[in-house]
């Protein structure tokens, strides 16, 4: 059952994450005009809103110029993903489930890429009109998500082999004869 789960798990966190992404997205075109913003927490107006944008470049509006570009790297990711996966040993929980929420978001853009030629971004967080986070899906937060549960999984994962190779701080006393 454990090894079952772990095979399918990367596949479970795409499968949803795209769901709602497409869900989403297709909620915001169906509900917004382009560059049409609604808050839908009025008490929150001030921080959050939601705003319909078609982004041509990468996660959070940046390479605006590049769009073809990212479509590739998508499914270069994708494929990448799809093969590494089961090479990942087993008990790599964190690991897997990480890679299965940059697959699902990263399918969830190709997706709009492929049917839209761009892709709807409309989470928006911002003080007022002074301080604005780029625009963005859940596919971007998914992403930007599994990329920092790797991180920090490989980064404890150093720490922990550097304790493991680091010389005792209490050497064995010599043993006297």
Do not use: C
């Not at 799809?82 to 890679?99: D, F």
């Not at 911002?126 to 980064?155: E, Y």
């Amino acid at each position: 059952m454990q090894k079952t789960f772990q095979r399918i798990l990367l596949f479970l966190i795409a499968a949803l994450v795209i769901i709602a992404d497409q869900i989403t997205k297709e909620a915001i075109r169906a509900a917004l005009a382009p560059q049409e913003s609604v808050a839908p927490l009025p008490a929150l107006a001030d921080f959050f809103t939601l705003i319909h944008t078609q982004n041509t470049g990468a996660a959070f509006g940046m390479f605006k110029q590049a769009g073809g570009i990212f479509t590739l790297i998508a499914i270069i990711v994708t494929a990448a993903i799809v093969y590494y996966y089961p090479r990942i040993p087993e008990g790599q929980i964190g690991i897997r489930a990480a890679l299965g929420l940059q697959l699902g978001g990263a399918v969830g853009n190709l997706i709009d890429r492929l049917l839209f030629g761009t892709v709807t971004d409309f989470i928006f967080f911002h003080w007022r009109d002074a301080l604005n986070a780029p625009i963005f899906n859940l596919a971007d937060l998914s992403i930007t998500s599994g990329v920092i549960v790797l991180a920090l999984l490989m980064w404890r994962e150093s720490i922990e082999e550097h304790k493991t190779q680091t010389p005792s701080a209490d050497p064995v006393a010599p043993q006297h004869e």
